[in-house]
């Protein structure tokens, strides 16, 4: 998959430097280039790079998705909704774009639309532990009215038995306890 393996034998110095990337038109590079630095930290030069990509090939592979993680990892979070919406008409049965989209939606405190993309990406991928650990997160943030206690409860559970080794199972347990009982 291009958006993890991407950058990972890249290495500045070796290959060509970045003005020499960003002048040119291969989008090949200029992708190894945007991972190098999107896995250093260097989210505003991934940014960069990733633009560059997206305005000489719209359909490389993964441009949207990426542009958008390194747009949410700076908090330009209007930004990286519209580029995971660019990635999930180019890619509807990756469940980490509607993930993604529930991770800024949340940001937004549009906790609604949120777990809708939520529900999608489990429909997707219906063992997703982190989708159910953020949908119970949302769902118990929101408060108590509507039954959405029980809910984020039964959407911990869910997470606890997909990561049954999770360094938060304790915790988890507890709280989820907590919201049985009502608070």
Not at 3 to 18: H, K, M, S, V
Not at 91 to 118: K, V
Request: hydrophobic content about 40%; overall charge negative.
């Amino acid at each position: 998959m291009t958006r993890e393996l991407a950058g990972q034998r890249f290495q500045p110095g070796r290959d060509r430097d970045i003005e020499d990337a960003l002048s040119g038109d291969d989008p090949k590079v200029l992708n190894e280039w945007a991972f190098y630095y999107f896995n250093t930290d260097q989210y505003e030069e991934a940014i960069e790079c990733f633009l560059k990509i997206s305005d000489i090939d719209a359909d490389f592979p993964a441009v949207h998705f990426n542009l958008g993680s390194a747009f949410l990892r700076v908090g330009l979070v209007p930004e990286a909704l519209r580029e995971f919406g660019l990635a999930a008409a180019r890619d509807p049965g990756d469940p980490e774009i509607p993930y993604q989209t529930a991770i800024s939606l949340n940001l937004m405190d549009r906790n609604d639309e949120a777990l809708e993309a939520l529900a999608r990406a489990v429909s997707l991928k219906t063992d997703y532990a982190d989708a159910y650990l953020l949908r119970g997160s949302i769902l118990a943030k929101m408060g108590p009215g509507g039954g959405r206690w029980p809910a984020a409860a039964d959407a911990f559970e869910t997470y606890l038995r997909c990561q049954p080794d999770a360094d938060n199972a304790d915790a988890l347990g507890e709280f989820i306890e907590r919201l049985r009982s009502g608070g």
